[in-house]
C-alpha cells in the first residue's frame, strides 16, 4: 500500500471498535474498506437504514495513490449521498479538455461541461480532480459518524455456503474467527480474494493478466490551470496526462508500454521510498528535456512531493458473473479497469449505488432489516444492469489507451487520430469515448429496468438529502 507524505490534521482514527447497532447475528459484511466499500456502506445505510459491518485487511487507515478524477456520473452516487459539497470544496474543477503533443502544441480543445449535462441534474456537474487520499478520509469520517464499524487487520481467508443455516454465508477472518453474514458485499480490490469462490461455480480462476502498461504517477506543488491535459510524445513513444487536484497542485500521469516479463499483476500498485520516487522522476525528467518535451510538462517530474507506480492488470476473461447465492462482488473485484477514460473507480460507485438502490427497492420491508424474499431477483437486476454497462466502459478504455499508444509510436496514425479527435470534438463537443461513461445516470439505468420487468414495480428513491 502506499502512503501519503502529507496527511493533513484532519486525518480521522486509524481505527473502529464500534459495535454495530443491529443485534442480527448475520448481519451485512463489507469486504474493503476502500473507497468503494466506504460508499456502499453508506449507501446501504441511507437507502435502507441497515449498518453494515466492513472488513479491512490492512491494520490501519492507509491512503493509497495520488490523484484521481471524479466524473458526474460518479458525483450523482455522492450526491444522493450528501456528499457533493464536501468533495467538490476539497477539490479542483475542470473548465477544458485539451489534446495536447509533447511540445506544447495544441490538437484541439472541448469544454468539459458537456460531460455533465444531464436534464435531471437540478445543478450542473463538472469533472473534478481530487488527491485519492483526500476522498478516503472524507468517506472514512462519513462513515464513521453513521457508527458503521469497521474492522482494521481483519483480512478475508475464505467464504462459504452455509448449507446448515438458511441462506446464510460463512466468512473466516484471518485471526481464525468467523461470522455468519446474511450477505456479502465484495469490494476487496483488483486481487480480490472473494472473487475465487464466486467463480469457483464456473471452474474457471480468471487469473490476472497484464494490460500492457506501466504508469508513472504523482503529485507536484505546482499551480495548474483548470484543464486536464492529454499529451503524446513521437520522440518518447509514450503518453502522458496532467490534471489539477487544487489550485496550487497538479497530478501528472506518463504511460509507457510494459513486456510481460517486467509485469507484477500481485503489487499493481508499488511503493517508492523517497529516494526512489526523486530518482525515477529526475531520471525520467532528463529524457523528456532530450526528447524536447516542453517545460511545463517536466517541471511537475522536478518538483513532485509523491509518486507512485501502477501496473495495469486486466482479468484474462470478463467475468459472467458477479453473484453467487448471497455474495456480490462490486469494483475492481469484479472488474479491474484500465486508467485511460477515468472510469475505474466511477464504474465501482455506480456499483455501490445500484446495489443499495435495488436492494431498498425489493429488499427492504422494514427499514434496518432485509427481506431476502426477492434478494435473488435484485442481485440478478444487479448483474443485468452493471454487467453489460462496466464491459462496455473497459472495451472504450482499453481502445482508449491502444489509440494512445498508436499516436505515440506511429506519425501517420498520429495524423489520423488528431484529424478523428478534432472532428469528434466539433460535432460531439468532446472524445466520443468520454461521452458513454460521465453522461451516465445510474438511477435511470436502474428505472429502466424496472420498466422492463414482467411485473412492474415500482423503485423507491427519496429526494436528496440536505447535504452533511
Known amino acids: 500500500m502506499v502512503y501519503s507524505n502529507s496527511v493533513e490534521a484532519t486525518h480521522p482514527p486509524t481505527s473502529s471498535s464500534t459495535s454495530p447497532s443491529t443485534e442480527d447475528d448475520a448481519p451485512v459484511v463489507i469486504v474493503g474498506a476502500g473507497i468503494v466499500g466506504l460508499v456502499l456502506a453508506l449507501a446501504l445505510h441511507k437507502q435502507l437504514g441497515i449498518t453494515p459491518i466492513i472488513y479491512e485487511k490492512c491494520s490501519q487507515f492507509q491512503p493509497i495513490g495520488a490523484g484521481m478524477s471524479v466524473y458526474p456520473n460518479g458525483l450523482r ?3 444522493d449521498l450528501g456528499l457533493l459539497k464536501t468533495v467538490q470544496n476539497a477539490s479542483y474543477p475542470y473548465t477544458t479538455r485539451q489534446w495536447e503533443r509533447h511540445d506544447g502544441s495544441v490538437i484541439m480543445t472541448a469544454q468539459e461541461e458537456v460531460l455533465g449535462r444531464n436534464e435531471d441534474d437540478t445543478t450542473p456537474l463538472r469533472t473534478v480532480g481530487i488527491k485519492r487520499w483526500k476522498l478516503q478520509i472524507i468517506l472514512l469520517s462519513a462513515v464513521q459518524s453513521k ?5 482494521f487487520g481483519k483480512a478475508i481467508q475464505e467464504v462459504r455456503e452455509n448449507k446448515s443455516s438458511n441462506g446464510t454465508v460463512n466468512v473466516q477472518l484471518s485471526d481464525g474467527t468467523q461470522r455468519d453474514a446474511s450477505l ?12 475465487k469462490y464466486v467463480t469457483e461455480i464456473e471452474s474457471q480462476n480468471h487469473p490476472l493478466k497484464h494490460a500492457g502498461t506501466t504508469t508513472l504517477m504523482g503529485l507536484a506543488s505546482i499551480p495548474r490551470n483548470d484543464r486536464i491535459s492529454i499529451v503524446t510524445s513521437l520522440t518518447s513513444q509514450c503518453h502522458a496526462v496532467f490534471f489539477p487536484v487544487s489550485s496550487t497542485e497538479q497530478c501528472f500521469q506518463f504511460h509507457f508500454p510494459m513486456t510481460k516479463e517486467t509485469s507484477d499483476c500481485d503489487e499493481s500498485w508499488a511503493t517508492m521510498t523517497k529516494t526512489v520516487e526523486q530518482e525515477q522522476c529526475q531520471e525520467l525528467a532528463q529524457r523528456l528535456t532530450k526528447d524536447g518535451w516542453d517545460e511545463q510538462y517536466i517541471r511537475p517530474l522536478r518538483s513532485v512531493s509523491q509518486a507512485i507506480q501502477i501496473n495495469s ?3 484474462d476473461q470478463k467475468l459472467e458473473k458477479w453473484v453467487r ?4 462482488l462490486l469494483g475492481d473485484a469484479a472488474h479491474p479497469p484500465v486508467p485511460f477514460t477515468g472510469q475505474g473507480a466511477q464504474q465501482g460507485l455506480e456499483d455501490a449505488g445500484t446495489l443499495a438502490l435495488l436492494l431498498r427497492a425489493l429488499c427492504c420491508s422494514t427499514r434496518g432489516k432485509l427481506d431476502v424474499q426477492h434478494m435473488s431477483q435484485a442481485l440478478k ?3 443485468q444492469i452493471r454487467i453489460p454497462r462496466v464491459n462496455e466502459l473497459l472495451d472504450l478504455s482499453q481502445l482508449t489507451g491502444d489509440q494512445r499508444r498508436k499516436r505515440s509510436q506511429s506519425a501517420r496514425y498520429a495524423e489520423v487520430r488528431e484529424e478523428i479527435i478534432q472532428r469528434q470534438v466539433f460535432f460531439h463537443e468532446t472524445s466520443s469515448n468520454m461521452l458513454p461513461g460521465a453522461t451516465h445516470d445510474y438511477r435511470k439505468a436502474i428505472e429502466k429496468a424496472f420498466k422492463a420487468l414482467p411485473q412492474r414495480m415500482p423503485i423507491l428513491i427519496e429526494d436528496d438529502e440536505d447535504e452533511e
Do not use: K, M
Open 184 to 195: 456479502v458485499l465484495a469490494a476487496d480490490g483488483t486481487n480480490s480474494v472473494v472473487r
Open 325 to 328: 447465492g448471497n455474495v456480490v
Open 77 to 79: 452516487v455522492l450526491r
Open 381 to 383: 437486476l444487479y448483474e
Open 313 to 315: 492488470c486486466l482479468l
Open 147 to 151: 457508527g458503521i464499524p469497521i474492522h
